[in-house]
């Protein structure tokens, strides 16, 4: 991923020293000002990603899911504009696609197949009755599936 911004906030800030270390360097004293500072608290990528999935298997209105699947689509789209050559030559390589999106035209039982060969074990949440892997309805079955395992 490219374009990654960081921020730093001090505390604790000697305000007489500073002064002194800039008009000691050559600083000129013009004005004073006051500056607002407007702090937006954003959730990370892959904290709205699991609010979106959890939302998902929780909600009961079809029409409402469709909005929610739509803000995770919504959400690779916006990964996509982060990755750069290297994570494309990546996706290209190993699954045959250039951008994120593309994996909501996976064929998922095909996917489930590809990692089960691989040694993987695999689980498949569906309501589907027919599958070759384990199947789950929901998050706490998948919980569930994963104590039994012993991990």
């Known amino acids: ?17 500073i002064v002194n270390k800039i008009t000691n360097a050559g600083g ?13 608290d954003l959730m990370y990528i892959n904290q709205r990603y699991y609010a979106d999935l959890y939302e998902l298997n929780n909600e009961i209105l079809e029409s409402r899911k469709d909005i929610v699947l739509a803000k995770i689509k919504n959400l690779f789209y916006e990964v996509d504009q982060l990755i750069d050559s290297d994570d494309v030559e990546l996706l290209n390589k190993n699954f045959k696609i ?3 999106l593309e994996m909501f035209t996976f064929d998922k039982e095909r996917v489930l197949d590809d990692v089960k060969k691989a040694g993987i074990k695999t689980l498949r949440i569906t309501d589907d009755k027919e599958s070759k ?3 789950v309805h929901n998050w706490l079955e998948i919980k569930d599936y994963v104590d039994s395992l012993g991990v």
């Open 133 to 135: 892997h384990d199947i």
């Open 1 to 17: 991923m490219s374009s990654m911004e960081l921020e730093v906030k001090i505390l604790n800030i000697d305000k007489e020293n």
């Open 98 to 100: 250039s951008n994120l």
């Open 28 to 40: 000129k004293y013009i004005s004073s000002s006051k500056q607002y500072l407007c702090v937006y």
